[in-house]
Every structure is written in structure tokens, then in C-alpha cells.
Nanobody, 126 residues
Framework: QVQLIESGGGLVQAGGSLTLACAAS????????MGWFRQAPGKEREFVAV????????YYTDSVKGRFTISRDNGKNTIYLQMNSLKPEDTAVYYC???????????????????WGQGTQVTVSS
């Protein structure tokens, strides 16, 4: 069974930075895609960023392009999300996601996989 454990969330001022990490355990996926979704209060969960196992160019939602960077360490089954120039609208619970079938893009957006972490809170104050 796959477990995804997120870490690195916290409270920061606007313009600050945080780095999230998500470690996968319990099963290996040689072709898995891993990424991040987020959900703000009263809003639907939305895609943030995803990276393939092979290291192909990652995908980002438009609102974070140029500010967030996703990376992957396959030896540790871990992905990271470096978040710079944070804005209050980035405030959300960030969820790690893993798709054992690899990266699939539908209507310009990556599709969520079957496995989810518990989420880590990111709060950006103005």
C-alpha cells in the first residue's frame, strides 16, 4: 500500500518562501507521476504542479508559473515543491498526489492519480 507523507507547510508573509516535501512509501512505481494539488476554504481542489518519473518537463498551473518549482528524487521516492514569492491567494491545504500509471494530461491539465497524502497547510499573510 502506498502512503504519501507531506511536510514543510507553515505560515509565511507575502513574498516569502516555503518548500514542501512528499515522501512515498510502501510501493515502488517506476513510471509514476507525482505532484501537488491544493484546496482553499470554500473552493474546489485544484492542480498545482506535477512531474513525471523520467524527469520530463513538469506542468504547472498558470498562477504559479515562475514562482513554484517542482523536483523529484526517485531514489528517495520524494518530490519537492519550492514556493517563492508567495501570495495570500496561495493559502490552501496542499495535497501530494501519485499516479502509478504516469502522467496523463486532459484538456491541458494533468489528471490526478489514485493516491493522496493527508495535506499540509500553507498560510500566506498579507
Amino acid at each position: 500500500q502506498v502512503q504519501l507523507i507531506e511536510s514543510g507547510g507553515g505560515l509565511v508573509q507575502a513574498g516569502g518562501s516555503l518548500t514542501l516535501a512528499c515522501a512515498a512509501s510502501g510501493q515502488t512505481f517506476s513510471s509514476s507521476a507525482m505532484g501537488w494539488f491544493r484546496q482553499a476554504p470554500g473552493k474546489e481542489r485544484e492542480f498545482v504542479a506535477v512531474i513525471s518519473y523520467s524527469g520530463a518537463p513538469p506542468y504547472y498551473t498558470d498562477s504559479v508559473k515562475g514562482r513554484f518549482t517542482i523536483s523529484r528524487d526517485n531514489g528517495k521516492n520524494t518530490i519537492y515543491l519550492q514556493m517563492n514569492s508567495l501570495k495570500p491567494e496561495d493559502t490552501a491545504v496542499y495535497y501530494c498526489n501519485l499516479d502509478s500509471k504516469g502522467l496523463t494530461v486532459v484538456a491541458g491539465l494533468p489528471r490526478a492519480g489514485d493516491y493522496w497524502g493527508q495535506g499540509t497547510q500553507v498560510t500566506v499573510s498579507s
